[in-house]
């Protein structure tokens, strides 16, 4: 059980396109949604809270312009690169708080989209 | 923010050893605590977790120890395999942070056959 799934699994795109990609809960509904970047040999690092029928919460930093954030069921989340440059290149993950659980509880990770911009 | 020319730290060991993979966490009122395995382009994987009112717990074949005086995390792995070379992330979160985790640097395991 609790599986996350992200789709697509990797995207090469132009530069000055948008790009969507989709992080859906399975086996389990989840109200909170987080996103992460992680570049290459680094961390992940938070972008955004995403509360399943409310505005996304940015991390400071964050463009909460370029980085459109939809929550729009408890089982789908979707995060939009708006106008994409080649600096954006980079591994984009979600993850998901089961509802019911704690605040301070497991989230379960997708698998990761690769994003490169050309 | 990001930060350039970053390396991960590397643990090499001999495949039957145990490993330790340790991690300095940066919240003194942090709850919760997480270690993550992440493989090469694939999302996190949860080995263990640690509440803040414990000072050890253990899991299968991995043992999570936790120092909060000195705010030190580690992870012990019994026994290392070649399937467990990865690179191993800590993790941190609270209330006061609505479950936001904090990841630690990481650590690349390499095991040696």
């Known amino acids: 059980g609790a599986v996350v799934s992200q789709h697509p699994s990797w995207v090469i795109c132009k530069s000055g396109t948008s790009v969507k990609i989709e992080c859906r809960s399975l086996?389990?509904?989840?109200?909170?949604m987080f996103w992460y970047r992680q570049f290459p040999k680094q961390s992940l690092m938070l972008m955004a809270t995403s509360n399943e029928g409310s505005k996304a919460t940015y991390e400071q930093g964050v463009e909460k312009d370029k980085f459109l954030i939809n929550h729009a069921s408890l089982t789908l989340s979707t995060l939009t690169v708006t106008s994409a440059h080649p600096e954006d290149s980079s591994f984009y993950i979600c993850?998901?708080?089961?509802?019911?659980?704690?605040?301070?509880?497991?989230?379960?990770f997708g698998p990761g989209t690769r994003l490169t911009v050309l | 923010g990001e930060s350039v020319g970053l390396h991960l730290p590397t643990l090499s060991v001999q495949e039957g050893d145990n490993s330790i993979i340790n991690c300095a966490y940066s919240?003194?009122?942090?709850?919760?605590f997480i270690w993550y395995k992440q493989e090469s382009g694939k999302g996190p994987q949860f080995i263990i977790d640690i509440r803040s009112n414990m000072d050890k717990r253990q899991g299968q074949r991995v043992t999570v120890l936790l120092n909060k005086t000195v705010k030190h995390l580690s992870l012990q792995i019994a026994a290392t395999q070649p399937g467990d070379s990865a690179v191993y992330f800590c993790a941190e979160t609270s209330y006061n942070q609505g479950g936001k985790l904090i990841f630690g640097q990481g650590t690349e395991l390499s095991v040696k056959p």
């Open positions: 919240n003194s009122a942090s709850d919760y």
């Open positions: 086996d389990f509904q989840a109200t909170t």
């Open positions: 993850s998901a708080r089961p509802l019911g659980t704690l605040v301070v509880d497991t989230q379960y």
